[in-house]
């Protein structure tokens, strides 16, 4: 073998090593990745708030009891945590106890408020597979001081800051293989008005208006829609990332198949309205990641 075969051997070598590590090491770690947004609707508030937003942990733990990730997030001293579902692992016979403790510890460090992903709803959904699981795992939450919202709304006050959460819940149809199922903005307010609103919240209508509407939607595809409906702000995620991220062009592929999604793990401004895209704290299925650390976003919320 001549030298300069040797030389483009090792660094092949090397380049596999350095692959391997990377995926290791964004598989073990995460980062806060922190959003400023604001708005003429808050234009009035005392102080900026701070929420931080988690979704798609999947079980993952980031040491002992997710101590790592719990002391983040009491680092961050939020006014609010909004949970963007898939928390835990909607699969037969996969318990979800370590997702369970690790949210009963949040209400402690300020209002939760949690909106499912499709694999809670699923859990839900399918009682014949998971029995009363989902109904359990809520049951404790609630007790706990956490507020879910299956295609509710939820008025929230921070000091002088006025909130209305909406966590949109979307037919198990939407999350299907190389399918996209139709979705409007007059579906979505559909899909609200079905349910009764929790706590003081109200759904459209004046006092609505002069509120910062937040929606949590679990699945990013049907972003026009979302946008469309007229939420100041989208929370999403779902994506993972997109699994892979390649630099202008974003995340590779979705978990419904499709490739390069336009919203994958980034904020982005359409308008007045923001749309955030958590590319989630764990991993489901495709054990991988590359250039897509997972993430724990903070968003500091204030008036222009």
């Not at 660094?11 to 596999?16: D, F, M, Q, R, W």
């Not at 939020?78 to 949040?106: H, Q, R, S, W």
């Not at 956490?146 to 209305?164: M, T």
Request: aromatic share 10%.
């Amino acid at each position: 073998m001549n030298i300069f075969l040797m030389i483009l051997l090792l660094i092949l070598v090397v380049a596999v090593l350095a692959l391997i590590f990377e995926i290791y090491r964004e598989l073990h770690c995460f980062r806060i990745t922190r959003y400023s947004v604001w708005s003429k609707k808050l234009s009035g508030t005392a102080r900026d708030v701070k929420i931080l937003f988690l979704s798609d942990l999947h079980n993952r733990t980031y040491g002992k009891d997710n101590e790592k990730l719990l002391g983040s997030i009491r680092s961050e001293k939020p006014d609010l945590i909004l949970i963007g579902g898939d928390m835990l692992v909607g699969k037969e016979n996969i318990p979800y106890n370590t997702a369970l403790k690790f949210l009963a510890e949040l209400p402690g460090i300020c209002p939760v408020i949690y909106a499912n992903g499709n694999h809670e709803q699923r859990m839900k959904e399918d009682t014949k597979t998971y029995g009363d699981a989902y109904a359990l795992y809520k049951k404790t939450l609630t007790k706990r001081g956490i507020y879910f919202l299956e295609n509710q709304s939820i008025r929230v006050e921070l000091g002088s800051a006025e909130l209305i959460i909406y966590g949109l819940e979307l037919p198990p149809a939407s999350y299907k293989k190389f399918k996209k199922t139709p979705l409007t903005a007059q579906k979505i307010s559909g899909y609200f008005r079905e349910q009764k609103t929790t706590g003081n919240a109200q759904n459209g209508g004046k006092k609505a208006d002069k509120s910062y509407r937040i929606l949590m939607a679990h699945n990013p595809a049907y972003m026009d829609a979302y946008l469309e409906w007229g939420a100041d702000m989208i929370l999403s995620g779902h994506l993972h990332g997109g699994l892979v991220r390649v630099p202008v062009l974003g995340g590779i592929v979705t978990p419904q198949g499709f490739l390069f999604p336009k919203y994958s793990g980034e904020m982005t401004e359409v308008g007045d309205q923001t749309v955030i895209v958590s590319r989630g704290l764990g991993t489901h299925t495709l054990n991988i990641r590359f250039f897509n650390t997972p993430e724990l976003v903070c968003i500091c919320l204030g008036g222009e």
